[in-house]
């Protein structure tokens, strides 16, 4: 392949100028990401290794090497690890993070400029921070195995770049900057030591640099040999300590320490927001370090998401995406597994069947959900905070894991009719506070709190003065299909079948009242339910209503708005169904309606006002009417009359 020069694509290099201008405050980072790149690079090789060792070519001897070059200005980060060829360096150099280029820059318009930088890692942009300090970056590998043929990659963050195909005996990659003027401190001895020390001390390969002292020539007696002058003597020395920091003792490690490690694993830019560290024993030893995010990433929700811990066996590199260790509703934890009984040369499918590792998954899970349990009680602001994060993805659990049912309703969180905007409540705390004649818990779901706060539904509980859970992620019409009791007490939708909060001495009074109210509106009720009959299943009177003039509810088991609303943003198919119609007895819509019928039973503003109700109820449950053209020219024509 000869020499050929391309061009970034606009959104790339817009991205690639954030990078190096402002993303990064701290440009001490473009070295750790670099150092992080090449540890990768030596875990997968090693871990491919296992079916074919022709990758290792004989070197083994695992290492990252910088290299400054005061002369020529230039730092070099060299590894023998795994490489890439002509077509990986394309993929994956080439392009700045090809599969998230448009939704990062999307968030960088939708945040402040301060709050960018937690957005940068979450998009694998790590490599191009080095441009910040370097104003030409080269890139030369050789993939394992290969031939000879290697890969040469050079920019100037320019717009542009230029690929090649180049010899190159060793495997590996080594990545040469060279350094703007006013960042050659990056070629300083003590600086390079301390940001090594700093963010890449728990990288388990040795980082080792070439160190070069003066010294007085010695006799056979150890002591200086007087007039000799100096030499220079040159040693590789290693800058970090290698000790895995999941290894270490819990109280040997610092704050710092997990913030740096964190970092490294998941390349989120904040410290997480809690960490748990610990060892099992027994019928499965391992040793875990998970971290629970502060801020959830911008894919949480993708399919093409890297999911998973990564897994060690006996400190060797498994797998940096073990998905077998951690159910899906828990896929934002980050951390490392280090197992001491699993095979070496373990596989997918053996991680997939294996019993040790569903033992693993079993203890990890229930550390997680035990942390954020001593959480909601010790510092209940923090934990909201977290749930406002992570909530919607840790209700999935309620539809999946069945096991943990009762730990995770007791971590679920609502909103309420008796809460503040942005404030939660717990299942236990709204069973502590029903009233003593409340015998169900009342929920309704819907887009918004906003939305559902002007529904109809709610006239009768706020009359009553009973507290209704505002459900309003899509997740949580799955969610009460399993989450259908807590403490023996059934949870009920507002918006489904029947409702009845009366006591027995009400019942019988609204019975009367219903029965008089069906005799005096029979004929107009049965007018309504023809005229509507293919819109609606029944039309009848309400037991929700105390102000609005109708609504519509689903049966106790049938879809109803919010359910068909998800279905069909999901491109499903929705079935057919009709729901039912309340009416309010009490509303003068209905006594004016009567009266009309009263004087003429075929009168056509009977169907109109019919129409009317159907849509009315229809936008207060946030749906859109079929016909607003007319649903306008109906109101306006209204409104004429009531002026004259």
Known sequence: MSKTTKQFQTEVQQLLDLVIHSLYSNKDIFLRELISNASDAIDKVRFEAHSD?????????????????????????????IGMNIAEVEENIGTIARSGTKAFMQSLKDKASSNNPELIGQFGVGFYASFMVADKVVLET???????????????GDGSYTIEECSREQRGTEITLY????????????KIRSIVKKYSDYIQYPVVMDITRSETPKG?????????????KTEEQTLNSMKAIWARAKNEVTEEE?????KHISHDYDAPFRTIHFSAEGTSEFKALLYLPAKKPFDLFTNDRKKGLQLYVRRVFISDKCEELIPDYLRFVKGVVDSSDLPLNVSREILQEDVQIKRIQKSLVGKVLSTLTEVKEQNFADYVAFWKEFGQVVKEGLHFDYANKEKLQELVLFESTTSEAGSFVSLKDYVSRMPENQKEIYYITGSSRETLEQ???LEVFRAKGFEVLFLTDPVDEWVVQSLTEYQEKQLKAVDRGDISLDSEEEKQEKEKKREEAQKEFSDLISLIGNHLKEKVKEVRFSNRLTDSACCLVADEYGMNANMERIMKAMNQTVPDSKRILELNPDHAILKTMAAIHQKDATASALADY???????ALLTEGS?????LRFTKLVSELMVKAAQ
């Open 179 to 190: 350094l703007k003027d006013e960042f050659k401190e990056y070629l300083d001895e003590w």
């Open 610 to 616: 019919a129409d009317l109700l159907y849509d009315q």
């Open 53 to 81: 060792e022709s990758l290792l070519e004989g070197n083994s001897d695992w290492k990252v090497k910088v290299i400054p070059d005061k002369t020529a200005g230039t730092l070099v980060i060299r590894d023998n690890g």
């Open 142 to 156: 050789r993939k394992g195995g290969a031939s000879t043929d290697g890969c040469r990659w050079e920019s100037n």
């Open 455 to 457: 529904s109809p539904h």
């Open 220 to 232: 056979v007696d150890g002591e200086e040999i007087d007039g000799a002058g100096t030499i220079e």
């Open 624 to 628: 859109t009417i079929k016909d607003p």
């Open 258 to 262: 997990h913030n740096e490690f964190y």
